[in-house]
């Protein structure tokens, strides 16, 4: 525990499973074989499933709709109630925060650390329910991500040792100058398709063989910044510059502007809007993971023209 007024260190770089939940998917960790109960089945009923099932909650489902959730703290409520014979129905939680299957794990976890519940269930585009995501099986699911990233970097050791093929393709070609570019634009204040220009420029590089672990870092200061221009900007633009020697990313608002750009560096601070908030975001930790991420970073801002960030990788980092 950190002594008080003491300030904790963190690590100048971001780790390998803190990468990792900006590229795997909600789909890729959640649990698909699911215990369900029904509304008009007894709190009595779902005691003898949560003990034989071992578990501590349930979607409850009517006509294949997820129509609320019950939990062990119902049953004990319902317990103390004396209404062990009621329907579920009559002590579920109706309203039901959910997940999307194809929602980026980044976002699962924000709701976890916001909201605290212990399970979320995970809907399809249809709002079929196809899954239930605990801690659990996002933890089962980084270890199983982490063990094929282990046994690919194993196979590919000599590879690795070699320039990375960007580098190479850029040598191998003849020409004064040459480079891509890439545009995307971000609408502001909502956070609707947030990620969405992240996820479309690291498929971008992919495709120009940049080498995964740099389309990491890449990815995940750039949805930072794509989450930054949705939650505190009118909207903005992102811009990906692949050259020789690396790449550079920008992101570009028109306004309101940073007040105090020193602050906004520092862990934990955040200015975000209270619809932001709800939704799991603002932790105050988008600039700090994006300097984590760049191998340079330069933030200008002003209030309230707007901001301007930059961050280059670098091939060889």
């Known amino acids: ?18 990468e990792m939940v900006y590229e795997i998917t909600v789909g890729e960790v959640m649990a698909t074989k699911m215990v369900t109960v029904g509304p008009e089945q007894t709190m009595s009923e779902l005691r003898v499933l949560l003990r034989d099932n071992r578990i501590s909650g349930t979607p409850v489902v009517e006509n294949g709709k997820l129509v609320g959730m019950v939990s062990i703290e119902d049953l004990i409520n319902a317990l103390y109630d004396n209404a062990i014979n009621a329907p579920i129905r009559e002590r579920m939680k109706t309203k039901v925060e959910c997940l999307y299957i194809d929602e980026l794990l980044v976002h699962c976890i924000a709701k976890f650390s916001k909201l605290g519940f212990r399970r979320y269930p995970v809907l399809d585009r249809n709002n079929e329910l196809v899954g239930i995501i605990t801690k659990g099986s996002i933890v089962e699911g980084l270890l199983k991500k982490l063990e094929v990233e282990y046994e690919q970097a194993e196979t590919n050791a000599a590879l690795a040792r070699h320039r990375p093929e960007m580098r190479k393709f850029f040598e191998d070609v003849s020409a004064d100058e040459i480079s891509f570019t890439f545009k995307y634009n971000v609408v502001g204040q909502t956070l609707k398709d947030a990620g969405k220009a992240a996820s479309e420029l690291k498929n971008a590089l992919k495709k120009l063989g940049v080498c995964p672990p740099l389309l990491r870092k890449i990815g995940v200061a750039t949805y930072e910044a794509e989450i930054n221009l949705a939650s505190y900007t009118k909207g903005g633009e992102i811009r990906a510059q692949v050259e020789k020697w690396g790449i550079t990313v920008e992101a570009i608002d028109s306004g309101p502007g940073i007040p105090d750009v020193e602050r906004a560096m520092q862990p934990g601070y955040s200015t975000a809007p209270d619809w932001v908030r709800e ?14 991420c760049s191998d340079e970073m330069d933030l200008k801002s002003s209030v309230p023209d707007g901001t301007h960030l930059t ?6 980092s």
């Open 279 to 292: 939704l799991g975001f603002g932790a105050g930790m988008g600039l700090v993971n994006i300097k984590k």
């Open 311 to 316: 961050m280059q990788f670098y091939y060889t």
């Open 1 to 18: 525990m950190a002594q008080p007024g003491k300030e904790q260190a963190t690590p100048d770089r971001v780790t390998k499973t803190q």
